[in-house]
């Protein structure tokens, strides 16, 4: 089954312990890129990839990193997590040859920051 | 600096009604606009997507315009089920590098 994978689904951590989220997909796409949800502002893009080895900042990139070593998966790192990353978060690809393939999304994971 | 608007934020109607949700974008050079459902818990479903060059997109019981030079878009149900609730995303894709900007949602409940 086509799909893209998020690991934990919830994650309940401290201020300041390393985390990181792991998103793979098995769609051999080459666009991949990481959201945030949040009441009242939408979603808003964090990183994403065009390919491998090649990442670039979106909307919201402070506290986050991202790495791209294998095609189907785009891990999001959080070196020193604080309270106001506790959001939605939701990974997703596509194809990139063409910007009218659809975004598939991965069923989010939930993270709070105490 | 393009925004996407989508009103109203919430909508409860009656089963089997038909509904509209609108979707408006202030800048009309978009290369698509994609229509997403979001259900409790879970990630976004892509329903349906319109070409800059299209008018309009159906998937069974729903149905997506375009108009960019008014910059408008309507996600069209028909005959409207329970199991139809869930939040309705809008995005529109902006550039070459395929960045999104989306819309807020409206939250639509199908009363049984």
């Known amino acids: 089954e086509a799909q893209v994978t998020q690991n934990p689904r919830y994650l309940i951590t401290v201020t300041g312990k390393k985390l990181t989220v792991t998103c793979s997909q098995n769609m051999n796409h080459e666009y991949m890129s990481w959201y945030r949800q949040d009441p009242g502002l939408g979603l808003r893009q964090i990183y994403y990839?065009?390919?491998?080895?090649?990442?670039d900042k979106g909307d919201v990139p402070e506290g986050y990193k991202v790495s791209r070593k294998e095609k189907r998966n785009f891990p999001l790192i959080l070196e020193s997590p604080s309270p106001n990353q506790t959001s939605l978060y939701f990974c997703?690809?596509?194809?990139?040859?063409?910007?009218?393939?659809?975004?598939?999304f991965g069923n989010g994971t939930r993270l709070t920051v105490t | 600096k393009q925004e996407v608007t989508q009103i109203p934020a919430a909508l409860s109607v009656p089963e089997g009604e038909n509904l509209v949700l609108n979707c408006s974008f202030t800048?009309?050079?978009?290369?698509?606009l994609q229509w997403f459902r979001q259900d409790p818990g879970k990630g976004l479903t892509s329903l349906l997507l319109i070409q800059s060059s299209q008018r309009e997109q159906t998937s069974g019981r729903l149905n997506a315009s375009l108009d960019k030079s008014s910059g408008r878009s309507t996600l069209y149900i028909a005959a409207s089920q329970p199991g139809d609730s869930a939040t309705y995303l809008c995005?529109?894709?902006?550039?070459?590098?395929?960045?999104?900007?989306w819309g807020a949602g409206t939250k639509l409940i199908i009363k049984p």
């Open positions: 995005a529109v894709t902006k550039d070459s590098n395929y960045q999104l900007i």
């Open positions: 990839s065009m390919n491998v080895e090649v990442t």
């Open positions: 800048d009309s050079a978009i290369y698509n």
């Open positions: 997703a690809s596509r194809l990139r040859q063409s910007y009218n393939s659809p975004l598939h």
